[in-house]
Structures are given as C-alpha cells and as structure tokens.
C-alpha cells in the first residue's frame, strides 16, 4: 500500500494529532508494519496507553477503505505532503498539515495568494474597504484566501468570487459539515468557483481549539496576510502571528482611532505592519508573481503604472480598452481620436464619456484627452 494511503489512514483515527503522526512516521511505521503492530508495539514509540489499544484494534486495510469510500461518497478529495499537488509555501512552514482535504479547483493552490482576515463584525467602513481590496487584488491576479468566518472573511469571499477571481476557504471542520451555518450557500459557491479546504476529517465538528490551527494554514499558503478591521482581541491576530512566524508579509488597514474594531490593526502597524490605504501597497509587495506579461515585455515600466493599467483595463468593455489603449500614446485632441477610432462623434463622445466616468481618463481644457 502506498505510503500517501497509510498516512491517510492514521489521519482519520480520531485523537491522532499532527505530533503523534511525526512519531510514527520517525519510528518507520508509516508502512504496512503498522498492520500488525500491538498495543504494546505503539506503546513503546511514545503512544498513550489508550490511543494505543485503540489503534491496534482499528488500523486495518479495511478501516482506511471503508474511510476512502466514505470520502468519495462525499465528493471530498485529498492531497498528501507527499504529493506534487502540494502547496510548497505551505510545506515551509514548522508544521505543515499531512493531508489536505478539499473540494473545488486544487489547482488554485499553486497561484500567487494573500489572506484576508478580520473581524466577525465588521463595520461598515470594514466591509467597504474588504470589498474593494479583494476585488482589486483578484482583478490584478492574486488569489484571496480567508476563512469562510462571519463578517470580513465571508466579504472578502464573495467579493472574490463577483469579480471571477480565485478564493480559497480553509476551514476547522470536516467538509461534510458547515461553520458558520448560514455560509453553507457560500461555502457551496466556492466550493465550485473556488477551493475551499481542511486537515480535518470527515465528521470533525466545530471546536474553539481547531480555529487557531485553522489559521496558521490561512497565512502559510500565502506570501502575506492582510487584516482588514481586527479590534485588540480579534482571531485574525492570530493569523498574522502565524504569518510573521513563517516569515510572510504582513499588512494593516488603518481605522479610526476612534473604533474599537481598529485597534488590532492600528496596534500591528505600530509593530511595523505595512499600512495600506490602496490595492497597489500590496501588489506592489509582489509584482514578480503577478501575471502582467508586459512587466517582462517592459522593465522599464514601473510596477505602479503596470498594477494601475492593469486594474483599469480589467473594468473595461472591448471598445474602451481600445480607446483607452490609443490614449495611452497622446495626449489626443478630439479630431485625432475620430480620425484613429473611425468613430463617429456620438459614438466616440460616449466611449470617452464612460473611461472618464471609470476614472480611467481624464479631459483637459481644449477637449484634450488622456489617461490618469
């Protein structure tokens, strides 16, 4: 039996944790020896006395068939440390889960992420400014990843996914199971738009204890973590920990001093978080990863106005991206711009009149126009 098989099924005997896995696997059980291992045989690589009769008596070739088929019943997928399909971010870090589980589009894994996280309860200035980041960096080409949590997580999510951009959900629960309730229609969306993962079995409830671990996957799969509106004792803290211990990035939305919900990020840029007043403070972090091709075509190019193009030209029809690639060599006066488009006026006018509105273009005395 293949070893990704055999680490599969310890996975799945309930109280067998991260540790107690590395131990096996050291003491070279992670083979078909363990099928004929005793209770005093676990006992003596480090085992309690009772995970150990209790592994004895349930690690079976049946078990681990009988917990395969429940996860294809469940249209539940998994991918092991010992896989190619495994995310190589998160195999740096001190702990990175054995198995995977996950339902949607594996491959999302390997593309360039950030994290979003927050408060449960965000105010308003938090879910506006949570919808507009991560609408900008999926646009740019970075995938969103976050937890499915109430509040700046579930925005972060949805705002993803109206842009068509990838998400990721990782979550503290098996996938047969749903935390919160109510985002069981979100987690079903991205669960086809997106990816939405766990280390958890099938059949693993909702624990307090399980979020923290939750969150050191959100910010090892990812090059950083942003916390968009965290008050002082706010969860998404605990992600930017986890994303300073893996050496990730991390980033601060300011707040009002005013709001309680600012505090937690008010406090993480006095730490030295990066603040962020736009989109642009974070691609900028990561312009080497961002699929522009003209940032190869043209290096001397600066990354600003290349992330600035790109997030304009993402929000145009066919006809403004042409015209708005024609101004990107004028300035033009109105004449040249009929004479290039072979517009007429009614037409041209109201192309113009759309990018201007899109903030995309901007005209000056004398009906000159050009990009901002």
């Excluded at 070893?3 to 078909?32: C, P, Y």
């Excluded at 360039?112 to 949570?130: D, E, F, L, N």
């Excluded at 939750?214 to 090059?223: H, Q």
């Amino acid at each position: 039996m293949e070893e990704r098989e055999l680490l599969f099924g310890f996975n799945e005997v309930e109280g067998i944790g991260w540790k107690t896995i590395d131990k096996i696997r050291r003491a070279g059980l992670l083979s078909e020896k363990a099928f004929s291992c005793s209770a005093e045989d676990w006992e003596k690589i480090g085992l309690t006395e009772k995970m150990s009769i209790h592994l004895a008596s349930i690690y079976t070739l049946e078990w681990i068939a009988n917990r395969r088929l429940l996860m294809k019943e469940s249209a539940v997928n998994m991918v092991t440390v010992f896989d190619s399909g495994y995310p190589n971010l998160l195999k740096e870090t001190v702990q990175p889960p054995w198995i995977l589980y996950y339902r949607g589009c594996l491959e999302l894994l390997s593309t360039p992420s950030v994290a979003m996280v927050g408060t449960r309860v965000p105010t308003a200035y938090g879910r506006k400014v949570g919808e507009i980041l991560a609408e900008e960096l999926c646009t740019a080409g970075l995938t969103v990843v976050s937890g499915l949590a109430r509040g700046i997580d579930s925005v972060c999510h949805e705002a993803a996914l109206r842009r068509g951009g990838g998400t990721i959900a990782v979550v503290a629960t098996g996938l047969d199971r749903v935390y919160p309730p109510e985002n069981k229609e979100l987690e079903r969306l991205i669960s086809s738009d997106g990816l939405v993962i766990t280390e958890y079995p099938l059949g693993t409830k909702s624990h307090p204890g399980l979020f923290p671990q939750r969150n050191r996957i959100i910010a090892g799969l990812t090059y950083g973590t942003v916390v968009v509106e965290a008050d002082s004792r706010s969860g998404s803290l605990i992600t930017a920990d986890a994303a300073l211990e893996a050496g990730r990035d991390v980033f601060a939305v300011p707040g009002p001093i005013t709001s309680p919900k600012s505090r937690g990020a008010l406090d993480l840029i006095k730490q030295g978080a990066k603040l962020v007043t736009s989109a642009l403070d974070i691609l900028e972090e990561y312009t080497s990863y961002l699929p522009i091709n003209r940032l190869k075509a043209d290096e001397s190019c600066p990354p600003k106005q290349v992330i600035d193009d790109l997030l304009i030209e993402k929000k145009l029809t066919n006809e403004e991206s042409h015209l708005y690639h024609i101004l990107h060599q004028g300035p033009f006066i109105l004449d040249d711009l009929l004479v290039k488009t072979g517009w007429d006026f009614g037409h041209l006018h109201s192309v113009l009149l759309s990018l201007i509105i899109k903030k995309a273009v901007v005209q000056l005395p004398g009906a000159i126009y050009k990009v901002i």
